[in-house]
Nanobody
């Protein structure tokens, strides 16, 4: 089972930017970012195939967030720009050798990193 360690979360004002990182202990065919706000279900934010041949985003972050990876370092990134208070959540790195999608089924998980956006 791959181990995932997130970093880069924090507090920022609306309109600001943060970059999340996820160090993985090994390679998988797909990696993703999910988030979960208090009282809400875990939501897929973005996913990327190992060869970067495809990326997918949830509609609410398109044009603001960018998922990328450095395969030489086994590291996944999420660049978040134009942050909004509704982006506040715990953000989780996830990896799978199964279906590459924005549903939580089939993924291994990191411990999460908190992102708080104030208005």
């Amino acid at each position: 089972q791959v181990q995932l360690v997130e970093s880069g979360g924090g507090s920022v004002q609306a309109g600001g930017s943060l970059r999340l990182s996820c160090a993985a202990s090994g390679r998988t065919s797909c990696m993703a970012w999910f988030r979960q706000a208090p009282g809400k279900e875990r939501e897929g934010v973005a996913a990327i195939r190992f060869d970067s041949s495809a990326t997918i985003y949830t509609d609410s972050v398109k044009g603001r967030f960018t998922i990328s990876q450095d395969n030489a370092k086994n590291t996944l990134y999420l660049q978040m720009n134009s942050l909004k208070p509704e982006d506040t959540a715990m953000y989780y790195c996830a990896a799978t050798n199964g279906y590459c999608w924005l549903r939580p089924q089939g993924y291994f998980w990191g411990q999460g990193t908190q992102v708080t956006v104030s208005s």
